[in-house]
């Protein structure tokens, strides 16, 4: 099946996430800040996480921030400075407070250091978040966590490092059991099923294990939400329900399971996709009395866009969407799976077809570096 996205997320979706980005200058005198360099796709990566975080989709925020760190540190990005505040941020929303006051202090002394200074809003915005923050803690926890990232030496590079290695540890506490060849009945444990592959759990699916299918049920469900949303046509809205759509692929996809090889090229999301867009289709021709020449593909994009996106973002955007369109198929698809949907990298590598979850990971890693590398040319 086709990869998701062939040219990149979906419009709206990114415009929402580099325009809700942090916001800082570039250096020198004091000044007010700028948006983030159109050239550089950690930035974009880090806007992205922090508006996930602000919609409350802790996971897809974590996957992305990770991205955008780990290419952070392969590229000595300034981006380290955004991603710093999208970490801050998904550390206050998973009530890491102390953690989350350390991230901002970091933020705070590297921008002082570098005579760098926020715009108004953003600072205002700054402060009621660590007002909020200083209320959760009490005054003594909070001076200590401020004083931690304060007034230490360390640089940019090593809070980037710190907020790489606790996302990491939160992803590593999830344990991989096999479960090939093993009947498993009712008493199996959530950990086990929910850390099982794709494959795993479809076939034991498939011998009735009522558990297994609501894991793969709430693996998915999400993920195929999120792709639902936005990609209908304008006229088709109002008429069709997305959360309708999406239980029916679902329900589709179980009474279809015995006839799937989740091991095919394009694994069981793309199937997943593949009977949501039909639907879409069929729902299109059933409430449309006057069909118009309306092309449904797994890319439509929404054509709403923000009224407040200015020259530099639209900049951004495009380029960012020009150096995933230079992408090959596979790695577009396990970019998309990783940054649009939250995937592990043992998802991806179900969906793809890698050899495993670091295999996975190299793949999306030589992705965004070649991303990054367009839009540096561009």
């Known amino acids: 099946?086709?990869?998701?996205?062939?040219?990149?997320?979906?419009?709206?979706?990114?415009?929402?996430?580099?325009?809700?980005?942090?916001?800082?200058?570039?250096?020198?005198?004091?000044?007010?800040?700028?948006?983030?360099?159109?050239?550089?796709?950690a930035g974009v990566l880090a806007a992205m996480s922090l508006a996930s975080t602000r919609r409350g989709e802790v996971v897809l925020a974590r996957a992305q921030l990770m991205e955008a760190l780990r290419l952070v540190q392969r590229e000595d990005s300034r981006n380290g400075i955004s991603a710093l505040e999208a970490a801050a941020e998904l550390a206050a929303v998973a009530r890491r407070f102390d953690q989350a006051v350390v991230f901002y202090g970091a933020r705070e002394r590297v921008l002082r250091n570098a005579l760098i200074t926020e715009g108004r809003k953003a600072g205002n915005d700054r402060a009621r978040a660590l007002e909020g923050l200083r209320q959760r803690l009490g005054p003594d926890r909070y001076e200590a966590a401020w004083a931690a990232a304060g007034v230490t030496p360390f640089p940019l590079e090593f809070y980037v490092a710190k907020?790489?290695?606790?996302?990491?540890?939160?992803?590593?506490?999830v344990v991989t059991h096999p479960l090939e060849g093993r009947v498993v009945d009712g008493t199996t444990s959530a950990l086990m099923l929910a850390s099982g592959t794709t494959a795993q759990l479809i076939a034991q699916a498939r011998r009735g294990n009522g558990p297994a299918r609501e894991v793969l049920a709430a693996r998915f469900m999400e993920p195929l939400r999120r792709f639902a949303h936005g990609r209908l046509p304008p006229?088709?809205?109002?008429?069709?329900?997305?959360n309708d759509l999406v239980q029916t692929a679902m329900i589709?996809?179980?009474?279809?399971?015995?006839?799937?090889?989740?091991?095919?090229?394009?694994?069981?999301?793309?199937?997943?996709?593949?009977?949501?867009?039909?639907?879409?289709?069929?729902?299109?021709?059933?409430?449309?009395?006057?069909?118009?020449?309306?092309s449904l593909s797994e890319s439509i994009p929404a054509n709403s866009?923000?009224?407040?996106?200015?020259?530099?973002?639209?900049?951004?955007?495009?380029?960012?969407?020009?150096?995933?369109?230079?992408?090959?198929?596979?790695?577009?698809?396990?970019?998309?799976?990783?940054?649009?949907y939250g995937f592990s990298y043992q998802e991806?590598?179900?969906?793809?077809?890698?050899?495993g979850a670091n295999a996975a990971r190299m793949v999306v890693s030589r992705a965004l570096d070649s991303v990054a590398k367009t839009m540096r040319r561009g």
């Open 163 to 173: 907020a790489l290695e606790w996302l990491e540890g939160i992803e590593a506490s």
């Open 305 to 340: 866009r923000s009224p407040l996106e200015d020259l530099l973002e639209k900049e951004t955007l495009d380029s960012y969407r020009a150096a995933l369109s230079k992408l090959s198929g596979r790695q577009r698809e396990a970019l998309a799976l990783r940054v649009e």
């Open 1 to 41: 099946m086709d990869p998701v996205g062939v040219a990149g997320l979906d419009e709206r979706y990114l415009d929402n996430e580099v325009r809700m980005g942090s916001e800082y200058c570039t250096g020198g005198a004091l000044k007010e800040v700028s948006p983030p360099p159109r050239s550089n796709a």
């Open 252 to 294: 589709r996809a179980f009474t279809k399971l015995r006839s799937i090889c989740p091991r095919q090229k394009g694994g069981f999301f793309a199937y997943l996709r593949q009977i949501l867009m039909n639907q879409v289709r069929d729902e299109f021709r059933r409430n449309v009395n006057k069909p118009e020449t309306t």
């Open 235 to 242: 006229k088709a809205r109002g008429m069709i329900d997305t």
């Open 348 to 355: 991806v590598s179900d969906e793809i077809g890698c050899t």
